[in-house]
């Protein structure tokens, strides 16, 4: 019966269902990621810089330069008037840290110029910025403003696939097939949740299905059997 409810393709009911396992499961565990702590700052220039710091980086890595870098410079207006190699050297364990601290200079400067002093709160503004693409600007919408989007990294896109709600290759196709697919008052806990499903369980290689608290709601559980 329920190997047969599974292979009927997901809906709208059972993502939800799933969502709220993760939720109560990782709420247990009492684990944040590295944005999902920036983001208790209440601070969305912060959660912009952080995001941007974390594109090919682990988390770990990514909290120490943002503390870092936040600890010597506190806002737009002084980022922008930091030096380049002030900046790298406090950002140098992340991946590509030259080309991310040319992009946070400039960001700095484009938030101040450009917007006021003010993280623009749309999309297509946020998607203008240096080194700035759909994640990331998905990632100051929901960690920064708390605005419903799915920001969809290398976690949300393999663990979506893996439980067979979608069927994708990129993770924009992913994107806009979960939000057909997810009600959008749990947009806001897709990536969170899937993120720290995808470094403590969910991994790329060696999953550890034995522990999965989703395990029987997913079709590569399923097919392992």
């Not at 896109?157 to 994107?175: C, D, K, Q, Y």
Request: hydrophobic share 35%; with cysteine.
């Amino acid at each position: 019966m329920q190997n047969t409810a599974r292979s009927s393709g997901p809906d709208s009911r059972n993502c939800s269902r799933t969502i709220s396992l993760l939720k109560e499961h990782y709420t247990k565990t009492g684990q944040v990621t590295a944005l999902g702590k920036v983001a208790e700052l209440d601070d969305p220039f912060r959660v912009l810089i952080a995001t941007v710091l974390s594109q090919r980086t682990r988390d770990e890595v990514t909290s120490r330069a943002e503390r870092a870098l936040f600890g010597k410079f506190q806002d737009a207006e002084s980022i922008s008037q930091a030096g380049i190699g002030e900046i790298e050297n406090l950002i140098r364990n992340v991946g590509f840290y030259k080309t991310k601290a040319r992009a946070i200079r400039e960001i700095s400067r484009e938030i101040l110029t450009r917007f006021d002093g003010m993280v623009p709160e749309d999309l297509e503004s946020l998607l203008s910025l240096p080194l700035v693409g759909r994640k990331t600007a998905n990632c100051v919408l929901v960690f920064g403003f708390g605005k419903p989007a799915i920001p969809v990294d290398t976690h949300v896109h393999r663990i979506s696939n893996r439980l067979g709600w979608v069927r994708t290759r990129t993770p924009e196709e992913t994107e806009t097939a979960l939000s057909k697919l997810i009600p959008k008052v749990r947009w806001l806990d897709v990536n969170e949740l899937m993120v720290r499903h995808g470094k403590n369980i969910c991994k790329p290689i060696n999953p550890r299905c034995d522990i999965c608290p989703i395990a029987r709601y997913c079709n590569y559980e399923l097919k392992r059997r």
